[in-house]
């Protein structure tokens, strides 16, 4: 069929290019924009894009086809994802709570809870299935060959100062040394500068800690006369606060060579310097959460659990609140744990001999508000935060442990309205027990409803890039490798359909249904490398389903490899929204 060899030929011009997925851990650092998430989410939107493109082959009456397409499946329009972690007195997570015990407010209005799971951390990995070209045989691996954790360390660089940053690298490096061999880091700068992929190379991780430095951009452009801090330039430029704005002008008389000269154009110069101080702290903060989404995008393409560490001094959002809260939502749909580090421990005072008394006056006040980021973060997202505390390694020990048990509630908005606008959420829990609930404090409205494709796209990629098993429709895969030669390998993946055991719709005499059937490839590594989607149309007689499909369906996908190890998943999709997703590692010697 024309859209099959169309496809087949893009997949095997996808192989020539990889995604680079055995990437030298000594090359140059890249910027997080051009690295590989984009490129590996951008491949599976192709497939799923052309696929919506080319016209389906005239089957000819035929009761089973299969071609390349997207079914449109049912989608969920609107929801909202609520992450919480209850925990007791003592600090421990609560795991025994029922969908019934939760209360959700969106703008303190009742909502119905549609969605409820409970996440526990995953306990290993499932048998491997390895082979040759004449049999497929099951036999467990010696060691689990896939990563299971991944572990992103986002250096904010552009906010801490050296002393600060210098001591959480070495932190970083000793918490390094504590991960098993399943799990991989990765590490990011806010400033986009010095980053490393995910990878098990320690030595190139202790490399990149050693290239970190402070790459501020506001304190070196910053006027010294008024000493305007960030804080104080929101205060008096989007909070109108006049009391901020006379002490920058006290400041601005005190601190002028000849206070005289400017004793009429003080306020003008205040404020001026005040704007000047607001572009360059938004700029930053945009920055940084640029990153922080991005980091996420690169991360939600990795298998298995994903939790990013933020090691930051905080740092204020500003009038960016909506684009807070979108990292939050990417990190929520993506299922990634953010938590956050206070790096400045116990020494939070502000040195006398380098600021201004304006400054020194609202120090507290930021330090509090730069906090309140790093918190949002874990509290939304099932992270943990750390803060006022000197001991680096028992901070990272804590806020790198995933919590013990996790609630996720699902919820969809009614009459929401597409304007953008913040909605306060509160979770409350009917228990007599003193209990603390962690957890997001608001989203912000969508501004554009997206189609019913783009959210079918979405759920098959976060489908595919997820490592939790679900077998709602009955499906099992296996894996067989043929080696050609020494450095060369056929890897094929077989998935087997009960058919009798799916939900067909009866039409027209025929029982009906649709199967979207996608494999994807990882390396050892956890770097997705290629995917292949196939699209299974059924149009079957009473006999047929009774009798000739007792043994099934089976498809088949191969990939070009090299010898190695890899994580194959499986994600199968019916018409009427059930899925199965499956793992199966292979070594490929």
């Known amino acids: 069929m024309l859209s099959v060899a169309l496809l087949t030929a893009v997949v095997r011009s996808h192989h020539c290019m990889r995604f680079n997925p055995q990437r030298d851990s000594h090359s140059q650092p890249h910027a997080i924009p051009e690295s590989d998430f984009h490129r590996a989410r951008a491949f599976v939107v192709l497939l799923l894009l052309m696929s919506t493109q080319l016209l ?24 909202v994802l609520v992450r919480v972690v209850v925990r007791d007195v003592a600090g421990h997570a609560i795991g025994n709570l029922k969908k019934e015990d939760f209360e959700l407010f969106d703008n ?99 490399k990149a800690l050693k290239s970190l430095m402070p790459r501020s951009i506001s304190k070196g452009a910053s006027a010294d006369c008024p000493d305007i801090s960030y804080y ?40 001026s310097t005040a704007q000047q101080m607001l572009v360059l702290g938004a700029h930053e903060t945009g920055l940084a959460l640029s990153v922080l989404k991005d980091v996420i995008r690169r991360i939600g393409t990795m298998s298995g659990q994903r939790t ?28 990634v744990v953010i938590s956050a580090f206070d790096i400045r421990g116990l020494d939070t005072f502000v040195d006398i001999s380098k600021t201004s008394a304006a400054v020194q006056k609202y120090a507290a ?15 939304a997202t ?63 409205a969508p501004k554009h409803a997206p189609g019913a494709d783009e959210e079918a796209r979405q759920e098959i990629e976060d489908s595919l890039f997820s490592q939790e098993e679900v077998h709602d429709l009955p499906v099992e895969v296996h894996t067989q490798f043929f080696k050609p030669s020494e450095e060369d390998a056929k890897l094929t993946v ?12 009866k039409a027209e005499g025929r029982n009906l249904d649709k199967l979207t059937v996608v494999f994807g490839l990882f390396d050892h590594n956890g770097h997705f490398i290629s ?59």
């Not at 390349?68 to 049912?74: I, K, P, S």
């Not at 689990?144 to 552009?158: K, Q």
């Not at 909506?322 to 929520?332: P, R």
């Not at 010898?563 to 997703?581: C, H």
């Open 108 to 206: 303190k209005k009742p909502q119905v809870i549609t969605q409820f799971v409970m996440e526990q951390p995953r306990t290993g990995e499932r048998p491997a299935t390895e082979g040759t070209a004449e049999a497929t045989t099951k036999a467990p691996l010696a060691a689990p060959i896939a990563p299971n954790r991944f572990v992103a360390y986002v250096f904010d660089d552009m906010h801490a100062d050296s002393a600060d940053l210098m001591r959480i690298r070495d932190a970083a490096e000793r918490n390094m040394e504590t991960l098993s061999a399943t799990d991989r880091a990765a590490i990011f700068t806010t400033s986009g500068q010095g980053d490393l992929d995910f990878t098990d190379d320690r030595a190139a991780l202790r």
């Open 308 to 335: 990013i560490l933020l090691l930051s001094p905080g740092f204020l959002t500003g009038e960016l609140q909506y684009e807070c809260n979108d990292v939050i939502d990417h990190a929520l749909r993506s299922q």
């Open 56 to 79: 389906a082959q005239d089957s000819g009456g035929a009761e089973l086809s299969t071609h390349d397409e997207v079914t449109t499946f049912r989608v969920k329009v609107n929801e």
């Open 232 to 271: 104080m330039a929101d205060l008096i430029i989007n909070r109108g606060d006049q009391s901020a704005l006379q002490d920058a002008t006290t400041d601005a008389l005190m601190c002028a060579p000849n206070p005289r000269a400017v004793q009429s154009s003080a306020q003008q110069l205040a404020l």
């Open 531 to 589: 995917a292949n989607q196939k699209i299974l149309d059924m149009h079957l007689k009473d006999d047929t389903l009774a009798n000739r499909l007792d043994s099934g369906i089976t498809l088949k996908s191969s990939f070009d490899v090299k010898p190695g190890g890899y994580l194959v998943r499986l994600v199968v999709r019916d018409l009427g929204g059930q899925i199965s997703a499956a793992n199966d590692a292979i070594e490929i010697p």
């Open 365 to 379: 006040q930021a330090g509090m508000e730069e906090d309140g980021t790093l918190s949002e973060f874990a509290n």
């Open 494 to 505: 077989l998935v087997h359909i009960d058919a009798k055991r799916l939900h067909f719709n």
């Open 382 to 444: 099932g992270g943990a935060f750390f803060k006022n505390n000197n001991d680096l390694d028992a901070g990272l020990r804590q806020i790198a442990t995933a919590p013990e048990y996790v609630y996720v509630l699902g919820f969809s908005p009614q009459n929401l309205k597409l304007d953008g606008r913040f909605h306060d959420l509160v979770v409350t829990v009917r228990d007599p027990r003193k209990l603390t609930i962690l957890t997001r404090k608001g989203y912000s």
